[in-house]
Each structure stands twice: as structure tokens, then as C-alpha cells.
């Protein structure tokens, strides 16, 4: 690409960035709420601009080129000095507002995100926050706040420190079985690594953080089913379909079923806050940090 005056607006980095994220630019318009041709209308200006193709089209997504894949992060970092100079501008003024994009988990009982949320609400009416669910769980939560597309992330599974993630830890408690109420290890009232390599295992996704901790210290369970979502598994071992492995509260607040402990191994389920340690919160995203942090702490 030759030397050349680029005039580019930040808006056309923000459509950029929705396309790479959601694959098409119909999919892009939703996200950023504008019509179809406005997106693909300000891609196509942006090409003409850096004088290379972002792009390639084809006739179910959106694929980045070499050109688009170098664009990517210079793109996400002009985005974030603006959202960064105008945070500062509000902690001027004393007003803390902003978008705060959060990555979720499935399931958790442990920690009132609820109560969290309506407090920042109440205390900070101008924030709003994105939960973002990815399918890979803590892992997926730790790539979005490497990558910038979340501010904030709840991790759970083993208590690790990890590279580059500035870690919160919220609560503790065991992973615990869940079988049909007739099983051996129920009635036993508790149950060995050992018991269960002869057990229908239910698992979770590659990721989270529960299948984390069963890779850990029961590697040599028979997985018979993967699920992303430990309500429907918990069913499923109600149902003898297998047995599971849960966090205690998750067990406990589903009527029915009876957490069993493991007698011979510290099954610890740690849940976590977290943000990156390379790029520092926006005040927004403090905002909320020290408030679930401060519930958590409360209600704990």
C-alpha cells in the first residue's frame, strides 16, 4: 500500500469491528442497530481509503483478508482511546457512565450478580452493562479480555493465576456429585475418585471452568455425554441417564437433586472476577467491578 492522506472516521472502524465479530454485514447492521447498506456501504469506504480489500465476500460470511486481519487490533485500539477520552472527560465531572461489555457463565448460584447489577444501576444510573455468553466458558472469557471485547469477565474453576488477567476471587466451594436418588454413591453419602471410573459420566464443554476441575482430579471418569448447561445435566443424572459433577450451590438450588462430596480428592470450584492486565478498566467497568465485588463480599 503506498504512502497516502488516510481520512477514515472511527465509525467505520466501529462497522469494521461489528463485521469481524458477527460474520455478515446484516448480522453487523442488528448489532449496531442501522440498516444493512449503512455498514457495508462504510466497510466498502473504508476499503477505498487504506487502499486494500478487508474482505473477502463470499456468499455466507465475511472473511478477513491478511490486510483486514492487520487492521484488526490497531482498529480496536483507536476505539478504545475514544471510549477512553471520554471516560475521562465524565471522571472529570464526576459522572461515571459508559458501556461495560461483562462475560457471563451459565449457572451461577454462588454470587448474587442480580443484586450486583441493580446497585450499580441505582448508584450509576448512566452504565450499561452487555452480558456476553461464550461457549467456551472461562477460557472463552479469558480470550475476550485479551483480545478487548469484554471489560469484564466471570472465570470459574481451579484457583490458578493466569498471564495477563487481573484476577478477583469472589467465593469457594466443592464440585459435588449429583445421580439418581437410588444410586450407590448417594446412598453411600460420598464417593471416591476411584468410584467413578465405572460411572456414565456427564460432562461439561471444553473450557469451563467445572470440566476444568473434573480434567484435573478425575481424568479417568467415562464420559458418555457433553451439555452446556448444568440444569439439563443435573436432570439428566436425576433421570439415571449418568452421574455429574456440580458446583454445591448449583446442586443445592435445584429441587431434587443431593450434592455427594468426594471423600478423597479438594474438588475446588473457585468463581472470579476479572479484567486484563495489560489495558486498565475504564471507569465504568471499576464502577461495577467494586460493586459486585463489595455484594459479594457482603452477602458472602
Given at each position: ?118 446497585a450499580v444501576h441505582r448508584r450509576h444510573p448512566g452504565v450499561a452493562i452487555a ?134 480428592r479438594d474438588l475446588d470450584w473457585v468463581v472470579s472476577i476479572a479484567h486484563s ?14 460493586i459486585v465485588r463489595e455484594v459479594t463480599t457482603r452477602t458472602a
Open positions: 500500500m503506498s504512502e497516502r492522506a488516510i481520512t477514515m472516521e472511527l465509525r467505520q472502524l466501529d462497522y469494521f469491528l461489528a463485521c469481524c465479530e458477527h460474520g455478515t454485514f446484516t448480522a453487523a447492521a442488528r448489532s449496531m442497530q442501522v440498516v444493512q447498506s449503512a455498514v457495508s456501504t462504510s466497510v466498502a469506504k473504508l476499503e477505498r481509503e487504506v487502499g486494500a480489500q478487508l474482505f473477502d465476500r463470499t456468499p455466507t460470511t465475511l472473511v478477513l483478508t491478511e490486510a483486514g486481519r492487520a487492521v484488526v487490533e490497531p482498529a480496536r485500539a483507536a476505539v478504545r482511546a475514544r471510549a477512553e477520552i471520554v471516560d475521562a472527560l465524565a471522571a472529570l465531572r464526576g459522572d461515571i457512565r459508559g458501556d461495560v461489555a461483562v462475560g457471563a457463565l451459565v449457572n451461577i448460584v454462588t454470587i448474587d450478580l442480580a443484586e450486583a447489577f441493580g452480558m456476553r455468553q461464550n461457549p467456551q466458558g472461562s477460557q472463552g472469557n479469558i480470550r475476550g479480555l485479551r483480545d478487548g471485547t469484554l471489560d469484564l469477565a466471570l472465570l470459574g474453576g481451579p484457583d490458578q493465576e493466569i498471564p495477563g488477567i487481573t484476577v478477583y476471587r469472589l467465593a469457594r466451594e466443592p464440585l459435588v456429585l449429583v445421580a439418581h436418588p437410588d444410586h450407590r454413591l448417594v446412598r453411600a453419602g460420598g464417593f471416591a475418585a476411584a468410584d467413578l471410573a465405572a460411572e456414565r459420566a456427564i460432562d461439561y464443554p471444553p473450557g469451563w471452568g467445572t470440566r476444568a476441575v473434573t480434567d484435573k482430579w478425575l481424568p479417568h471418569r467415562r464420559s458418555v455425554i457433553e451439555v452446556a448447561d448444568q440444569e439439563f445435566g443435573i436432570r439428566l443424572a436425576l433421570n439415571d441417564f449418568g452421574v455429574t459433577l456440580v458446583p454445591w450451590s448449583v446442586a443445592h438450588d435445584h429441587a431434587g437433586a443431593v450434592g455427594v462430596p468426594c471423600t478423597d492486565s495489560v489495558r486498565s478498566p475504564s471507569t465504568a467497568a471499576r464502577a461495577v467491578l467494586d
